[in-house]
Each structure stands twice: as C-alpha cells, then as structure tokens.
C-alpha cells in the first residue's frame, strides 16, 4: 500500500503546463522532505527535484531548472511540482517520494522511505 498519492497527471499539448500534487495518507508530511521523481518509457526513473521539510531549500535536476518548480505548504501537508514549456521528452510517471532529508544523495532512489504510485503525463499533440 503507497504512503504517498500524486495527482493532477493528464494529457496536455506540448508547451501546456500541469501541477502536480503530493500528500500522504498515513503520516505527516511535514516532518519529510520530498523528491519527485520521474519514469519515462523505457527509462530508468530519474530525479527532478526534492524539498526540505520546511521548504526552505530546494533542488531542481539541471534538465528541468527553469521549467519546473517545487513547492509546498505545510498547513495542506501537499508537495507540489510545477510543470511548464513541456515537451513530449516529459511523458511519463511522475512519483513522489519521501526522506528524511535531502542532502546530498536526494537524486538516489534508495534515499527515499516511502513512495506513491505515481501518476501519468503525456505530452502529445
């Protein structure tokens, strides 16, 4: 069972934008910092970006800087990822994760302790 629920995932026309939203269904999200991470086809899933538990530090994958943003509020206990300029490169399985904290590694899976099960985005005309 995920700790985690993204939503907001759909079909946009290349250069639309979507947000992205993440809350947790068994835990307080706050104490967390949280990486979104992504899954194209046939692609291994990589980091775009992670936040730290009281959203004062954030750090965005250079492929994504600019395009994407990450943000929180902790009253909603709800991460979001910001997506804008997309492409079809951008279709996938976009997931939130959460950690303790970012640090150094926030671009390794294996930093993260609880995940959700991800939600779709297709870019296509």
């Known amino acids: 069972q995920s700790q985690l629920v993204e939503s907001g995932g759909g079909l946009v026309q290349p250069g639309g934008s979507l947000t992205l939203s993440c809350v947790a269904s068994?835990?307080?999200?706050?104490?967390?910092?949280v990486t979104w991470f992504r899954q194209g086809p046939g692609k291994d899933r990589e980091a775009l970006s992670c936040?730290?538990?009281?959203?004062?530090?954030?750090a965005h994958a250079d492929h994504v800087a600019g395009r994407f943003t990450t943000s929180r509020d902790n009253h909603k206990q709800t991460v979001y990822l910001q997506l804008h300029s997309l492409t079809p490169e951008d279709t996938g399985v976009y997931f939130c994760?959460?950690?303790?904290?970012?640090?150094?590694?926030?671009?390794?899976?294996?930093?993260?302790?609880?995940w959700g099960q991800g939600t779709q985005v297709t870019v296509s005309s």
């Open positions: 994760a959460a950690a303790d904290l970012c640090g150094d590694h926030w671009r390794r899976t294996n930093n993260a302790k609880y």
């Open positions: 068994s835990f307080t999200l706050d104490w967390y910092a």
């Open positions: 936040i730290s538990p009281s959203g004062t530090w954030r």
